[in-house]
């Protein structure tokens, strides 16, 4: 079995492509409040959540299938243009199953005035005992529908 691996998923969006991004890229601190699965985030260190390069570290605990889980989390890069944002996830329960574990997230636009948000994770395993990380796709998927959810109320 491969160590290194990729998992993708694409979700419809109904609200606005740049609302939707810029909860992620400029308002991440407000995810907690709007995913059930996600417990609690707080900034572990720095002064700003949306910091590059390590400028910020936050913590989230968030439930994964089932299970509530742990980790810290930095962004590497955010890119307005081509709206996406690449997140590093390490420490606690990630660095147990992964010795590399990166989501990139992005909003793609369609002709027809439509949206969707592609997550993809990339993710090297500590050993073959691990399974490919499937439960994010789940939490992904319903992240994504009830921040649009939200975002179409707002």
Not at 56 to 74: L, P, R
Not at 86 to 112: A, G, M, P, R, T
Request: proline letters at 1%.
């Amino acid at each position: 079995m491969a160590l290194i691996g990729k998992l993708s998923t694409e979700i419809a969006i109904h609200s606005p492509a740049a609302k939707f991004f810029d909860l992620l890229a400029k308002k991440l601190h407000h995810v907690q409040n709007v995913c059930e699965r996600v417990h609690a985030t707080k900034l572990h260190e720095g002064d700003d959540w949306h910091s590059v390069d390590g400028g910020s570290v936050k913590h989230w605990t968030y439930v994964i299938d089932g299970k509530v889980t742990t980790c810290k989390e930095t962004i590497e890069s955010i890119n307005e243009e081509k709206k996406t944002v690449i997140f590093k996830l390490f420490d606690e329960d990630i660095d147990q199953h992964y010795k590399n574990f990166k989501l990139i997230f992005q909003v793609i636009e369609n002709n027809s005035g439509g949206a969707s948000a592609k997550w993809t994770v990339e993710y090297e395993k500590v050993n073959d005992d691990v399974e490919a990380p499937y439960g994010y796709m789940q939490y992904f998927d319903k992240c994504s529908k009830e921040m649009d959810a939200h975002l179409l109320e707002a």
